[in-house]
Each structure stands twice: as C-alpha cells, then as structure tokens.
C-alpha cells in the first residue's frame, strides 16, 4: 500500500523576487499483514527554489538558487527527474539520502543575447559526490546565430572516478535573398563528447532551406587514447 501526501506553494517579499517550495512523505508500506521491517516505510522529500532579479532594464541579470533533497526511502509515482539524468551524472548504483544543490544566474540583452550559468553539486550520502557545470548560450543577428550548450562534470563514487564533458554549438548563416531558394540557410553543428578514456567528435554542415534539405555532410572523429 502506497500513500503519498505533498504540499507546496510560492511567495515573494517584493516584486523582484520569488520563492517555491514543494514537500512530500510518502508512506510505503508492502506487507499489510506484518509489522515487520516497517522502519523504512516512511520516506521524505522537499525541494525549494528562489529567484532574484538583479537587473530590470534592457540588460537583464537574475541570480537563482534551489536545493532538493530525498531521503533514500521516499516513494513516488512520477518521475522525479529526466530520462538522461543517470547518463548525465553517470550513475551506476546508488546509496543513501539524496541531495542537490544548484545555483547561477541568467543574463539577457534583448532577443539578441541570452546566457546562463549553473553549477550543480549531487550527493548521495553514502557511495556518490560530483559537481556540474552548465554554460547555455544564444547570440542573434539579422543574418546569423549562434547557440552553444556545455556542461563539464566530475564526479566520485565508490565504483568509479569520471569526468564528462559535452558541448553543442550550432552556427546558422542565412544565405542572401537574391540566390536561388535552396541556398537559404548554412547550418554548422559542431559536437564534443569527453568521457574517460573516450572522446568523441561530431561535426554537421547542412545546405538548406525551410522545407527541403539540400546537402548534408556529417564527419566522426572518435579517439580512445586514455589521458
């Protein structure tokens, strides 16, 4: 039998600020009939989120923090985290409460230049400690853009010592009006995966247009020399 009960809400003590918080406890019980092993029945699990706008103007600056935590015997019926989140921290076993911090700021400059920055840190209290590091960032003009996504993480578990390292950068040229309408765009996709003792590198080049897809070159490079 599985009861599950969780409160949340949000406030804020200006206009420039806010709070989030959600907690839960859940009530895992598998055997009705027995009272035995029933110490780890009860499980809980709380999550708080604040954001603070630093700048309010054209150039807008916002810091963010949050912190989760789930204590190891906390049950729930959905997911509480995405599909990749074990490749992302990779996670082999498990053991122990749960906690994660995360922390960084998000700046704009109208549509044309957005970035942010998080750091993250995911401890499990017996056998997992690692931080990670996300840079996200987007730079627009009339006939370009630029988008870039990476994230470096290190970790220590009581398996394994990993580092991880990904970054996606896509640069779009558009091609001028008076060529012909399947010269419209140039796409470039450019790929790096670290992990030890393997790298990975992926590079697109795309000739298109909205609809049709005119010439696409893919190239892999793959090296597995340990550092």
């Known amino acids: 039998k599985l009861q599950i009960a969780s409160v949340s809400g949000k406030m804020a003590t200006s206009t420039k600020n806010k709070i989030n918080f959600e907690f839960g406890m859940s009530n895992n019980d598998k055997n009705l009939f027995s009272d035995k092993d029933d110490t ?11 954001n603070q706008k630093l700048f309010d103007t054209k150039f807008k600056l916002d810091f963010f ?8 015997n906390f049950v729930t019926l959905e997911r509480l985290y995405s599909i990749e989140y074990k490749r ?8 122990g409460n749960q906690s994660i911090l995360a922390s960084g700021f998000k700046a704009a400059l109208t549509d044309k230049f957005k970035f ?10 017996q056998n997992f400690n690692g931080n990670r590091h996300l840079f996200d960032g987007i730079f627009k003009t009339k006939k370009t853009m630029l988008q870039t ?13 990993s580092r991880f390292v990904r970054n996606q950068s896509e640069f779009n040229f558009y091609l001028k009006k008076n060529l012909p309408k399947l010269w419209e765009v140039f796409k470039y996709v ?18 298109k247009t909205k609809r049709t897809l005119v010439m696409r070159f893919i190239f892999y490079f793959f090296n597995s020399a340990k550092v």
């Open 40 to 50: 780890d029945n009860q499980g809980f699990a709380g999550k708080i989120a604040y």
């Open 65 to 72: 923090a949050n912190v989760q935590y789930v204590q190891q």
């Open 88 to 95: 992302d921290w990779n996670l082999t076993t498990t053991n």
């Open 116 to 125: 942010e920055y998080q750091l993250e840190n995911l401890n499990f209290a």
């Open 149 to 161: 996504k990476t994230s470096y993480m290190n970790s220590l578990s009581s398996m394994s010592k």
């Open 190 to 207: 450019f790929t790096y995966i670290y992990t030890n003792p393997f790298s990975y590198v992926i590079i697109t080049m795309t000739l």
